[in-house]
C-alpha cells in the first residue's frame, strides 16, 4: 500500500525510469491501473486523516474534562438549608453544599473561595441557599448574613446542666427529659475520655455538668437534643483546646487533672462576684482542697449544697437559711465538710472562669467575703483577717 500511495504523489519527482515502468504496467494489464489505485490511495487516505481527527478531538474532549472543573452557571433555584459547623474549614463546606444537591463539584466552591479572600468570615451556622448554583453564586450566598437563619438561644455564664435544658426546651421545644436522655452518656456527646481522670484518688463520676459551654448557640432546624448538647460540647473542646488548658494544668498546677481544675472554674464561677476575682477564689479553691493548710482540707463552700439540693429536686438556699443538716449532710456527696474536691463540677464556667483555674494569681489565701454591692471580694490567709473583712462586709450592708 505504501508503493502506491508513492506512486500516487510523487510523479513529479520521478525520472523516465519511472514513467517507463508505469507504461508497462499499463500494458500488461490493459486496464490503466495506475490511475484506479490513485483515486484508491486518495480515499484511503481521506478516511485515515479522518479518523486521527475523530480520535484527537474525542481524545481532547476527554482530556478538557479533567482540567475544567464541574460546574453550574447562573445562581440556582428552588430552596434548601445546609449548615456550617463551628471550625468547619472550605472544603468541609464545599462537601456540605455538594451533598445538599447546591453545586455540582466540591472544587467548584473551593476554586471560588480561593480566588475570594473574604471566604474565610464565612460563620458557623444554618443557611439559605439554592440549588444547582455555581460556585461562586454559592459563596456570595454564604457570605450575605440576610441568608443566615437566626435561631440564636443564648446560654449564660455559670448554669448548671439542669437549668441549661430548661432554657433549650423553653426555646427550641424539646422536652427537658429529651436532653437529660442525651446527657447520661457525656462520650457519647463527644466528651472525650481522659476528660474523666482524677489524679486526687477520688472516685471518677462521669456527668455532662461543666462541657456545656455558655455561649450564644444558634439551633439548625429540627434538631435534637442530643444534636444541641454535641455542639455545646464540641465548643467547649475548641475553646479549651484554643486555651491549651488541659496542658497548661497538666504542666502548671502541680499534679492536678484537667477535670479538678475544671471543677475548680466552676466553683470560681459561682462564688465570685466579679471577673477580676474569678482568678483569686479558684486559688482558694486549691489552697482548701490540696495545699494542706487548711483544717480540714474541705471546700466548706454553700454553693456545693446548693447543687446537691437542685440536682435532687429540692429548693436551694441562702446561706442564711441553711440548716446545720444542710452544711454537714452525710448522704451529699457534695458536702462542704468532706475532704478533697467534689465529685464534678457544679455548673459550665465560661472562658474567664477557666482561664481562672488553670492560671491562677499566687496567693496563700485561705477565706474570702464579698465586701460591696458591686460584688468585690476581700481576701485573707487567716481567719482573724476574714473575721475583720466579714465586719466591713456588714458594714457595707453585704451580709
Given amino acids: ?35 484506479g489505485k490513485t483515486v484508491l490511495a486518495l480515499m484511503l487516505a481521506l478516511v485515515l486523516l479522518g479518523a486521527i481527527g475523530g480520535g484527537a478531538f474525542y481524545g481532547f474532549d476527554r482530556v478538557q474534562s479533567y482540567f475544567v472543573t464541574p460546574d453550574y452557571d447562573g445562581t440556582g433555584s428552588g430552596e434548601v438549608t445546609v449548615e456550617v459547623k463551628q471550625g468547619a474549614l472550605i472544603a468541609d463546606i464545599a462537601n456540605v453544599l455538594y451533598s445538599a444537591g447546591v453545586i455540582k463539584s466540591a472544587q467548584a466552591f473551593i476554586d471560588a473561595a480561593e480566588e475570594n479572600s473574604r471566604a474565610k468570615n464565612i460563620q458557623p451556622g444554618t443557611y439559605k441557599v439554592r440549588k444547582e448554583m455555581s460556585g461562586e453564586s454559592a459563596l456570595t450566598m454564604l457570605l450575605d448574613l440576610k441568608n443566615k437563619i437566626v435561631n440564636g438561644i443564648t446560654i449564660p455564664e455559670g448554669r448548671t446542666a439542669k437549668q441549661t435544658y430548661e432554657l433549650l426546651a423553653k426555646e427550641t421545644k424539646i ?193 474570702f467575703v464579698a465586701v460591696d454591692k458591686e460584688g468585690n471580694s476581700a481576701f485573707a490567709e487567716t481567719y482573724e483577717q476574714h473575721q475583720k473583712n466579714e465586719a466591713k462586709a456588714r458594714e457595707a450592708g453585704i451580709i
Avoid at 508513492?6 to 514513467?19: N, P
Wanted: aromatic share 8%.
Fill in 1 to 35: 500500500m505504501i508503493d502506491d500511495l508513492d506512486l500516487g504523489f510523487d510523479e513529479r519527482d520521478r525520472g523516465d525510469k519511472g514513467r517507463h515502468r508505469r507504461s508497462a504496467m499499463r500494458k500488461r494489464d490493459g486496464k490503466g491501473g495506475g490511475a
Fill in 175 to 367: 422536652p427537658v427529659e429529651d436532653f437529660e436522655a442525651a446527657a447520661k452518656d457525656p462520650e457519647a456527646l463527644g466528651v472525650p475520655d481522659w476528660w474523666f481522670t482524677r489524679t486526687d484518688g477520688k472516685k471518677v463520676v462521669k456527668s455532662i455538668e461543666g462541657f456545656l459551654f455558655p455561649d450564644t448557640y444558634e439551633i439548625p432546624p429540627k434538631a435534637t437534643a442530643e444534636v444541641i448538647l454535641k455542639e455545646m460540647v464540641s465548643h467547649f473542646l475548641t475553646v479549651t483546646g484554643k486555651m491549651e488548658f488541659a496542658d497548661r494544668v497538666e504542666k502548671e498546677r502541680g499534679g492536678i487533672s484537667p477535670y479538678e481544675a475544671l471543677i475548680v472554674a466552676s466553683l470560681a464561677q459561682a462564688e465570685a462576684g466579679t471577673k477580676e476575682d474569678l482568678g483569686k477564689v479558684a486559688r482558694v479553691a486549691y489552697n482548701r482542697a490540696y495545699s494542706g493548710t487548711f483544717d480540714c482540707s474541705c471546700l466548706e463552700m454553700d454553693v456545693t449544697v446548693n447543687y446537691y439540693l437542685e440536682s435532687t429536686g429540692q429548693r436551694t438556699k441562702s446561706s442564711k437559711q441553711m440548716t446545720a443538716a444542710d452544711l454537714d449532710n452525710p448522704k451529699n456527696p457534695y458536702n462542704r465538710k468532706l475532704p478533697g474536691m467534689i465529685p464534678t463540677p457544679i455548673n459550665n464556667p465560661g472562658k474567664d472562669a477557666l482561664e481562672g483555674a488553670m492560671d491562677p494569681p499566687e496567693g496563700k489565701w485561705l477565706f
